[in-house]
């Protein structure tokens, strides 16, 4: 297994992102540090040989600085948001909330502001919340992250309109992390809807770490598009605890990236809880993509649905890892987990993993499909009979192949980006 | 009225768990070192070039970890184990020649009626050393080889030596270094171009003494054309602490050739059951593993077949049954290398009592084998709410063109099934077990009928006590 040389991923760096904030935030950061020093790049001997790690531009980055204070609540942008925040290279650059999310008691804040203004409301959600201290790279946001955001959505608070995050990346060569922490309490609902982008060619790299506690009977719908630039190594990590008849619901899309090392884990705690996930990877050039998608079933009745499709072109490598395991007390549990990559050059690679692990009889469905295709000229030909040029029956069929994923997610404008994107593969 | 019962025949298990008194002709300390393997070769009277073999493979094993996936292994002391030991210095030529208390042995697993019915040779391995060998006269008037390993290696040196470790080189992984440094026994079959075995070939092995590690090796070439059936089947007496029983197998399968090779498993519930297996599959040969595994208290075995040659084929069945206390970590590899090939591996896995069965498996397409076709389908079957069931498929394509599919269920026995099979008037017991057997039939009508019948009662005796 390939390690991966961070260099910047030291105790000084730690230390001056804590500067200014409560001992306890030091200390977490030291010993997410630590932890980060001594997991393996893959913390599960089932993957070890199929890990990704070349091609992030790691060693060509420093750390990013301590982010600027964050500012007050501004103006929310046009497009009809319950709330917008913006993070430019690690820093909130700005936070909106609109009239009528703010009176039913929403909370939306950088993680400084908080840390300085709701210390213990901070405490309380920076330090719980992570369901899955196995990843590596969740460590490493953890102990470097500059800032982030805070989303506390109160009980019975349903939003009618999504929360907007932007994340952007403009200083070359800079290493960023943020968190970005959502709390749904009791009977809550929200959709939120996350993008990434990058304003410069150059290296560098993103870790995002999201924590989310959906509370009982509350649902959360979270949608992500990643387009970073072609020479940025991208770090996700995403976790949720789900509790009970809670719902969780993962749109995700990756597309940019040198290298993306994705990794996301649903614990469905509650009775009757479920997640559904679907996460969408087209890789071009010679992007590579590792991507994993855990859920584990704790509460009865719970149920998980996971879908993952790769398109994969030119000489780009996908490996889909996936594990749905079933704890010997979450019994009647109902889950399904498919992987499917289509291959559309020679040069093209793709590892899929779909791994089950099961500790009880008590089971309703646990059944999991893998596929590595490539396209069929059976169906290029008959789009042709019909008058499609060969290379747009191409794209047709690739984009019939993405689609159920793609119609996951809810916002539309997301959707449309997310065929933008597609298009911009194949210019 | 009440429903009519019907009871299933019972059956005499004794017969699985026993254990002789053998005075043991050659035996050499226990514990593992260069002299061990040295000792092993010297009584052996082996040419040089296999002592050089044995070392080599003796130093990779020290120097290879531990692997760090699978069952757990950390309880196996290679300093406890004896590495060689012989119930009787020559091979038996005749059944008399046998000794007694081995003979009585064998009668206990009804091999001599298994001869005297339809088998066309019968290897029997008692410990360390194979001890009584006959191949049918026709078969060795057809050119066909069928004998001990040992005896292979001085009766035909030449062969031996194109061959042997080809397949599976002593670096391949830690437990195929200790069988190369250490084997001893298995069987060597050569079957000569175009010529056809009707019947199956069978071989028995079992480990008798405690803590005796069994390092079978076993060769089979099939030349051009051929066809050949190999049947191995394995049980062993119960005991209380931990033996290790590690083989290595290589089936050479040439152009056209077609091989398969039945595997039950059957070894006491203290066994670590480590083996490599692998073929090679030469253009249009076609290589079938049949692998059922029920006993062992941790069995890591994954048949592979490398396909090498344009149209190709492997099918690989395995079946395994974990209860209290054993863990079976089995699956199939299939690794395609030339275009045009095709594979189809079918793993079904009943866990009850605590048992964990795993599916591992390989599915890869190398660069430029274009065409590839491949199914996985896995089942899982859990009986109870202890039991552990896995399932890690590993796909790895490096190629545009091929058509790859992996599925895989894991259920209990649905109440609507019993209730229907009650319904008819059969026990709750009955029924269970009716499911099961039929769960896996897909490997037991594969069977030549003496071994589906024997097979059968194994997995009812597997499943004794599933009820109440």
Redesign the interface.
Same mark, same amino acid.
């Given at each position: 297994m390939a390690e991966l040389v961070v260099p910047f991923a030291r105790r000084e760096g730690a230390e001056g992102l804590a500067k200014g904030s409560p001992p306890w935030v030091l200390e977490a950061r030291l010993a997410a540090l630590h932890r980060f020093e001594t997991t393996p790049v893959e913390s599960s001997p089932l993957f070890n040989k199929h890990v990704i790690t070349d091609g992030a531009p790691v060693t060509l980055v420093d750390l990013g600085p301590v982010a600027s204070p964050a500012p007050e609540l501004g103006t929310l942008p046009a497009g009809g948001f319950s709330a917008h925040a913006r993070i430019v290279d690690g820093a909130v650059a700005s936070l909106a909330v609109s009239e009528e999310a703010r009176e039913g008691g929403l909370v939306l804040s950088s993680i400084s502001g908080a840390l300085a203004g709701k210390p213990r409301l901070a405490e309380e959600l920076l330090t719980a919340g992570a369901t899955d201290q196995a990843d590596k790279f969740f460590q490493l946001t953890r102990a470097l992250f500059q800032d982030g955001i805070i989303l506390d959505v109160p009980a019975g608070l349903k939003l009618k309109a999504p929360v907007r995050l932007e994340v952007v990346q403009r200083a070359p060569k800079l290493a960023s992390f943020a968190r970005v922490i959502v709390r749904l309490a009791e009977g809550a609902s929200a959709e939120f809807l996350e993008s990434h982008a990058s304003s410069i060619d150059a290296p560098s790299v993103q870790g995002i770490g999201c924590e989310a506690q959906v509370g009982d009977e509350a649902s959360l719908h979270y949608s992500a598009v990643g387009n970073f630039g072609p020479q940025v190594g991208v770090f996700l990590n995403r976790q949720a605890a789900v509790l009970r008849r809670g719902k969780a619901h993962w749109s995700l899309g990756n597309f940019g990236g040198a290298l993306t090392k994705s990794l996301t884990h649903t614990k469905l705690l509650g009775n009757d809880s479920r997640v559904k996930h679907t996460e969408v990877v087209f890789g071009a050039q010679a992007q590579k993509f590792d991507i994993s998608s855990f859920v584990t079933h704790i509460g009865h009745r719970a149920q998980s649905d996971v879908l993952a499709r790769a398109a994969l072109r030119h000489k780009s490598r996908g490996n889909v890892k996936g594990m749905i395991t079933i704890d010997h007390k979450g019994l009647n549990a109902d889950s399904y987990l498919g992987q499917f990559a289509l291959l559309l050059d020679r040069e093209a690679k793709s590892v899929a993993i779909p791994g089950l692990e099961i500790e009880t009889a008590q089971v309703v469905r646990a059944k999991h499909a893998a596929a590595v295709q490539q396209i069929d000229e059976n169906q290029v030909f008959y789009l042709q009979s019909r008058g499609v040029p060969p290379e747009t029956a191409r794209r047709l069929i690739v984009e019939g192949f993405l689609n159920p994923v793609i119609e996951g997610i809810s916002s539309e404008e997301f959707r449309a980006e997310v065929h933008r994107l597609i298009e911009a593969k194949w210019g | 009225m009440a429903a009519p019962t019907r009871d299933l025949p019972s059956e005499d298990y004794s017969r699985y768990a026993f254990k002789d008194d053998i005075v043991y002709a050659t035996t050499i300390p226990k514990g593992l070192s260069e002299e061990t393997v040295r000792s092993i070769s010297a009584i052996k009277k082996e040419p040089e070039w296999m002592l050089n073999f044995r070392l080599r493979a003796y130093r990779h094993f020290v120097k290879r970890a531990m692997p760090?996936?699978g069952g757990v292994l950390s309880n196996i002391d290679f300093n406890q184990i004896t590495y060689y030991m012989s119930a009787s210095k020559k091979e038996g030529k005749t059944w008399d020649d046998v000794p007694d208390k081995v003979k009585q042995t064998f009668e206990k697993l009804g091999i001599p009626e298994a001869e005297r019915k339809f088998l066309a040779g019968v290897g029997t391995q008692y410990d360390s050393e194979v001890v009584y060998h006959s191949v049918r006269k026709e078969l060795t008037e057809k050119g066909v080889v069928f004998m001990g390993t040992d005896t292979a290696l001085r009766e035909y040196p030449e062969l031996f030596k194109k061959y042997f470790g080809t397949v599976i080189p002593p670096e391949d992984n830690k437990f195929a270094a200790l069988n190369s440094a250490v084997w001893s026994g298995g069987s060597f079959v050569y079957i000569p171009p175009g010529v056809v075995v009707d019947q199956p070939l069978q071989a028995y092995f079992r480990i008798n003494a405690e803590q005796v590690g069994q390092f079978e090796r076993t060769l089979i070439i099939a030349e051009e054309g051929s066809r050949v059936h190999y049947i191995e089947g394995c049980t062993a007496p119960v005991y209380a602490t931990e033996s290790l029983h590690s083989a290595v197998v290589e089936v050479i399968a040439k152009k056209g050739a077609q091989v398969r090779y039945t595997t039950l498993q059957n070894w006491s519930k203290d066994v670590y059951n480590l083996v490599t297996k692998r073929a090679h599959a030469h253009a249009g040969a076609n290589v079938e593993w049949l692998d059922a595994n029920t006993g062992s208290r941790l069995t890591m075995k994954y048949p592979s077949v490398y396909l090498l040659g344009e149209g190709a084929k492997a099918e690989i069945v395995s079946v395994a049954f974990a209860g209290n206390g054993q863990h079976q970590d089995a699956g199939a590899k299939a690794v395609h290398l030339a275009k045009n090939t095709t594979s189809h591996i079918t793993s079904k896995s009943v866990s009850k009592d605590g048992g964990r069965t795993t599916y591992r498996g390989l599915l890869k $397409?190398a660069?430029g084998a274009t065409g590839v076709k491949s199914t996985v389908r896995c089942d !899982?079957l859990? +009986?109870?709410?202890?039991?552990?069931?896995?399932? /890690?498929? /590993?796909? #790895?394509?490096? #190629? #545009?063109? %091929? !058509? +790859?599919?992996? #599925? %895989?269920? $894991?259920?209990?026995i649905s109440d609507e099934m019993l209730f229907y099979l009650q319904s008819r008037g059969l026990k709750e017991n009955e029924a269970m077990n009716l499911i099961v057997l039929g769960f896996v039939e897909m490997f037991t009508k594969e069977l030549p009928m003496e071994y589906a019948l024997e097979f059968n009662r194994l997995i009812r005796l597997e499943m004794e006590g599933s009820v109440g």
């Open positions: - | 760090n996936w $397409v660069k !899982a859990m +009986i109870d709410d202890r039991s552990r069931s896995d399932t /890690y498929p /590993y796909i #790895e394509i490096d #190629e #545009e063109d %091929a !058509a +790859i599919t992996h #599925e %895989a269920t $894991v259920g209990k």
